[in-house]
């Protein structure tokens, strides 16, 4: 059961990461999408 979490905590953790980087990309590439 708990591996089963820390699993689903570090896939939680790689999506927040992944969204994050492409908010960075849409502002730095497409500004007028900074406000996502």
């Known amino acids: 059961m708990f591996v089963t979490n820390n699993i689903v905590h570090r896939l939680n953790n790689t999506t927040k990461q992944i969204q994050f980087l492409i ?3 849409n502002c ?3 500004p007028d ?4």
């Open 33 to 36: 999408f900074g406000t996502y």
């Open 28 to 30: 730095t590439f497409a």
């Open 23 to 25: 908010v960075k990309i």
